[in-house]
């Protein structure tokens, strides 16, 4: 298996990627979530990163970007998983930041931590899945207000495909709206592909009803 079908048995075995009734951020009903807030050991964010490097270095010209950024709170692991995977396995040594929730108004004050951007610098935003865009609508300024920087790529774990706050897919405006090109470890389809019909951890996860249910959801939702 290639990265793609290793990950997405990853997020099956890491209760990342489960199937069943949900309610989406946005109130759509979805048979399947992908929840990266239920990484827990040290082994499983180990392999997160190495998962996202991968698929950078699968995606982009690494060596022409400065800085990795987590949008709280779950880019924060993201970000510092990727940018540790990248030394480690790549030899890449790339700065990396997160911010906080609330600015700090006390000490170096501000709300970024980590490597603080300067004039002319290449960000890649780690997240962990997109649907209406609001975190990356959110961090572009947040960047931007320390200094003119440049974000153009966004890594992600998983595309859903879907609509975002329009008749487009939430991947295609935040590219209209601020240029930016997402890469996606693995798409809605791939794991339907990869999944459907394949016993894992003793059952079949997407049978032909959830491959049905999964399926019914993009033609609904979908572009």
Avoid: W
């Avoid at 700090?104 to 970024?112: N, V, Y």
């Avoid at 440049?150 to 890594?155: P, Q, R, S």
């Amino acid at each position: 298996m290639g990265y793609k079908e290793d990950f997405i048995d990853f997020m099956v075995h890491a209760g990342v990627l489960t199937f069943g009734d949900f309610v989406t951020k946005s109130g759509r009903n979805t048979p399947y979530f992908v929840n990266t807030g239920n990484y827990q050991t040290s082994e499983q964010i180990s392999k997160l990163g190495q998962y996202y490097a991968a698929c950078l270095m699968d995606r982009i010209d690494i060596s022409s970007f400065n800085m990795l950024y987590g949008p709280a709170y779950k880019g924060i692991p993201l970000v510092i998983a990727t940018a540790t995977s990248l030394y480690r396995d790549h030899g890449i040594d790339i700065a990396y930041a997160f911010n906080r929730k609330e600015v700090k108004d006390h000490g170096e004050g501000g709300s970024l931590i980590g490597y603080k951007p300067k004039d002319g610098d290449k960000v890649i935003i780690v997240e962990d899945v997109i649907t209406a865009g609001t975190s990356i609508r959110e961090s572009v300024p947040l960047l931007k207000s320390y200094a003119d920087v440049d974000v153009n790529a966004l890594v992600i774990s998983v595309d859903r495909m879907e609509k975002g706050q329009s008749n487009k897919t939430a991947i295609s405006e935040v590219k209209e709206d601020f240029g930016i090109e997402t890469h996606a470890i693995v798409t809605v389809k791939e794991i339907i592909a990869h999944l459907h019909g394949r016993e894992l951890m003793g059952q079949v996860v997407i049978d032909d009803d959830m491959k049905n249910k999964m399926e019914n959801y993009l033609k609904t939702y979908g572009i």
